[in-house]
């Protein structure tokens, strides 16, 4: 959607005004074609993504992914006047709150089944817990 966006407040420029408007570098790359990349010029990687394969990690992940898309929205927001522009991310931004929302409840579902005694210790998808008795000579999984 901010693809689009873009794209649209820039169709039909001149030479002229793309330069006024400061994008001539990003011109001279791409011409007015969209090529995703952060607002300092970075492009878009995959390294943006991130995934442990710990739901609760990943879940902590995601929340904070949609919390900093929310506040890059935010920000868009107070430099914005165009309705045209605000109002699809006005969308965008209640939906990043949305997600938050949902991710909260799926990490709360989660933490209410894992053992309150051990909750940040170990993954227990893949990790059992070990017990290791004073008077053994080693340590033993638990079933």
Not at 10 to 15: A, E, F, I, P, Q
Not at 48 to 57: H, I, L, N, P, V
Request: proline letters at 6%; a negative charge; one cysteine or more.
């Amino acid at each position: 959607m901010v693809s689009t966006i873009v794209h649209q407040l820039t169709r039909g420029l001149s030479v002229e005004e793309i330069e006024k408007s400061g994008l001539a570098p990003y011109y001279v790359d791409h011409t007015v074609g969209i090529w995703p990349q952060a607002a300092g010029g970075i492009p878009f990687n995959a390294c943006e993504f991130q995934s442990k394969g710990d739901a609760m990690t990943d879940l902590y992940e995601d929340m904070a992914a949609e919390q900093k898309a929310r506040s890059t929205y935010d920000n868009i927001l107070r430099m914005v006047k165009d309705p045209d522009v605000a109002d699809p991310i006005r969308f965008l931004r209640a939906r990043e709150i949305v997600h938050f929302q949902r991710f909260g409840e799926a990490l709360r579902i989660l933490q209410d089944e894992l053992d309150s005694k051990n909750f940040y210790a170990y993954n227990p998808s893949f990790d059992k817990p070990v017990s290791c008795p004073s008077s053994s000579n080693g340590c033993v999984e638990n079933n």
